[in-house]
C-alpha cells in the first residue's frame, strides 16, 4: 500500500480530515464499480484512490461560502427543471409527429 505523506497530498486538501473523507469518498466509488482513472497494479480500493489524488486526478471540491453554496444549488435546480420542461416539450412533439 501507498502511504504519501500529507506534505506530499497537502495541495489536494486543506486537512487530513478532508483527504480522508476524498480518498474514502473514491474508494466507495471504486468498490460500487467505479473505473479507475490511473493505470495500478494494485486491486486496493484505498490504494488505487490515494493513486489518483496523486496524479491529480480527482480533486477535492470547490469552496464556496454559504451564499455562493446557495446560489449555486438554485442554478443548478433551474437548470435541471428547464431540462424536464423541454423534455417534455419533445415528448410532446414526437407524439403528435407519430400521430400524424
Known sequence: MIIP?????KGVADSRY?????VSKR???IIDGNPALVDTDSEKPVTVAIEEIMAGKIK???KLS???YEA???EEKENLIQEIKQKKIDD???EELEEE
Open 72 to 74: 449555486k444549488v438554485a
Open 27 to 29: 474508494a466507495r466509488k
Open 92 to 94: 410532446l412533439n414526437k
Open 5 to 9: 505523506s500529507f506534505k506530499e497530498l
Open 18 to 22: 478532508e483527504l480522508a473523507i476524498l
Open 66 to 68: 454559504d451564499s455562493e
Open 60 to 62: 477535492f471540491g470547490e
